[in-house]
């Protein structure tokens, strides 16, 4: 069987949650199938780390694909030219895009519909764009890779998408990221927090992550707890951080509030193990993965009581409501006060995690691609 894969989020040193999918997955097909021939579909100049065996047949396919204009050109143009081309038995798209234009039978993988969710985070072109092609994405697939239980509802109960057609996978975590011993911990608090616990938030400075009211919860749990603690924020800036500024601005405590801006990968395990507890109080994700992550390292989690958080977290993370200042603020100082309520979340945090791997989501796609 050829079965061509839509590579053009295997980016060398920009490795994000879709590209980290795509890889992750792909890889384990190539090694479960060394009979079939995979055809990686690249939309740039590709780094040889990404063939990972000698049945993959790298084809870059022109124009880069960064912008809706080239998305359309790319997916409708190039992609059905090159699997055409190489007679591709099936496509195999993780990044939640397929082509209309193509007759070869497609597996495509929906991570989250935040577009529906939360319209005015997304930038008006690329707005119209998911609007317009996610509905008839979701209809051409012939089948279709959710990455948790909430989204493979979303999508039934948003475009009517029938249940039988989504199959569902997760994601997995990468296994650096593990417990640390309390002198790991130590160091890692020297070097990033002054030498004091803290709270730990990793993702994109993005609207719809919620950070002006971690920021506003977190200065209120200070003010009423008198706790040392300091809350560290890593990720890039999105657009639109001007409430996340003025949150800042306005904190009483922000001198304890750390924005450490993009942490290297290597880096990322050892900020999230020495962390008092991960604080992902979102307000919609269609996994969460540092949610995962942060069962990995044994870390309790500050989560939000909304979409697929409840789901990765389970019984490993204490629910909030992430409308709620308070909510938020109360869920804070419990974590920080209550030590019982830490080592139970810790002790649920290898159960849960066993539910979630890259050889389940392997798996999964791999079925459905059979």
Request: proline content about 8%; overall charge neutral; charged content about 20%.
């Amino acid at each position: 069987m050829r079965i061509a894969v839509n590579a053009r989020f295997l980016l060398p040193g920009r490795m994000e949650g879709i590209g980290r999918f795509t890889w992750e997955v792909a890889r384990r097909l190539v090694d479960r199938f060394p009979d079939d021939e995979f055809i990686f579909l690249f939309d740039r100049p590709f780094d040889s780390a990404w063939l990972p065996s000698g049945n993959v047949k790298p084809v870059v396919a022109a124009p880069p694909a960064r912008h809706p204009l080239l998305w359309y050109a790319w997916f409708e143009w190039a992609v059905p030219m090159a699997l055409q081309r190489h007679r591709a038995d099936v496509f195999f798209s993780p990044d939640g895009y397929c082509s209309l234009r193509s007759s070869v039978p497609t597996v495509m993988v929906t991570h989250d519909l935040a577009h529906l969710h939360f319209p005015e985070a997304v930038p008006g072109l690329v707005r119209r764009y998911y609007q317009y092609f996610v509905p008839k994405f979701l209809e051409r697939a012939e089948r279709i890779v959710a990455v948790s239980e909430y989204t493979a509802h979303d999508i039934e109960l948003q475009y009517g998408i029938p249940r039988p057609k989504i199959s569902v996978a997760c994601n997995g975590c990468d296994p650096a990221f593990r417990p640390l011993s309390e002198a790991e911990k130590q160091r890692v608090r020297e070097q990033y927090a002054r030498g004091l616990p803290y709270f730990f938030y990793i993702g994109a400075m993005h609207p719809r992550k919620n950070i002006p009211r971690l920021i506003a919860a977190f200065d209120q749990f200070k003010t009423n707890s008198g706790s040392p603690a300091l809350l560290l924020l890593a990720g890039r800036m999105a657009w639109q951080t001007g409430e996340i500024r003025s949150a800042f601005d306005a904190a009483a405590h922000r001198n304890d509030i750390i924005f450490l801006g993009y942490v290297p990968d290597e880096v990322l395990p050892s900020l999230t193990g020495a962390a008092l507890a991960l604080t992902y109080v979102s307000l919609f994700e269609g996994f969460g993965v540092p949610v995962l992550e942060a069962l990995h390292c044994e870390v309790p989690v500050l989560h939000s009581n909304i979409s697929s958080m409840p789901e990765v977290a389970g019984e490993a993370g204490w629910p909030v409501n992430p409308h709620s200042e308070q909510s938020i603020a109360e869920g804070l100082l419990r974590l920080w006060s209550d030590d019982s309520l830490r080592r139970q979340l810790t002790g649920q945090a290898a159960a849960q995690r066993a539910k979630f791997s890259w050889e389940r989501a392997a798996d999964v796609v791999a079925g459905v691609l059979r």
